[in-house]
């Protein structure tokens, strides 16, 4: 029977395709925030250097995670970097870090056309929902996001970063962690992404079926060595395949009565 349905969240239910700023351009304001609070607690003269030796520890981050999947935290880097450019520890607190840092729904992006439909019909059938993502945000900066998107009512119980986990998918404890919050088993759940590595053979790895997003206009993240269990365009295909796979009792209960029907 299925119970759950767990997505990835950026390329999956959040359209980033119209995003051309650039991550560094889009981050130096939310860099500024924070240089402004470090301000107040110690002398810093220079936010270049601050940003400088911010971006290289996050790219260090990143190649370290790419092996080990240990998942690289915002808030660590962000009290690591001040404390290199000179603010003693002791001032430094990673949760007013966070706040001040003030992520948001990031302006050029938007959630698919077809994902709140999908997203109330799954909520109708009483399905738990979750999301998985490998952001190295704290969920509780994503979530202001999704609650900007309109999506934040749809997750109550599991909105997983890779940040929050300490590791990034396809590493099985971050899946692991989604099955423990929704109370439900790898059999009984199905995880929809847009990456056929991290999401397709993380989810198949867990135990879960898999459902590869391919959005039309750009070719998917895949591999020749994954194979998704199936593989859509739209997630209103989602819907179909779930009932393909797990037929609801309804749907089996009326169609014993149309078969008792036929041979009376």
């Known amino acids: 029977m299925l119970k759950a349905v767990l997505f990835d969240l950026d390329d999956t239910l959040i359209d980033w395709s119209k995003f051309t700023v650039g991550w560094d ?10 240089f ?6 110690h002398p810093l003269s220079d936010i270049k250097v601050f940003n400088t030796e911010y971006a290289r520890r996050v790219q260090d981050a990143w190649a370290e995670a790419r092996s080990s999947l240990r998942a690289p935290h ?3 880097l962000l009290v690591d970097t001040a404390v290199s450019v000179g603010v003693p520890i002791h001032l430094v607190d990673m949760q007013r870090c966070l706040e001040f840092y003030a992520w948001r729904a990031v302006q050029e992006t938007s959630v698919f056309p077809d994902a709140i439909d999908v997203l ?3 909520q109708a059938r009483g399905l738990k929902m979750g999301i998985i993502t490998n952001s190295f945000h704290p969920a509780a900066l994503r979530d202001v996001e999704l609650d900007e998107h309109g999506l934040l009512e749809f997750f109550p119980d599991c909105r997983i970063t890779a940040a929050d986990a300490g590791y990034l998918k396809p590493h099985p404890e971050i899946f692991e962690l989604a099955l423990r919050k929704l109370d439900v088993t790898a059999d009984e759940t199905v995880f929809v992404g847009d990456n056929a590595v991290a999401d397709i053979a993380g989810a198949q790895g867990a135990g879960m079926r898999a459902i590869l997003r391919r959005k039309v206009d750009r070719l998917p993240v895949t591999s020749g060595l994954v194979i998704p269990d199936a593989t859509i365009t739209s997630l209103l295909e989602l819907l179909p395949i779930l009932d393909e796979w797990f037929p609801r009792q309804d749907d089996h209960g009326d169609t014993n009565s149309a078969s008792q029907e036929a041979h009376i």
């Open 25 to 34: 351009g889009m981050e130096a304001r939310h860099l500024q925030n924070v």
């Open 36 to 41: 402004d609070y470090l301000v107040s607690l």
């Open 74 to 76: 915002l808030g660590r």
């Open 120 to 122: 109330k019909q799954l």
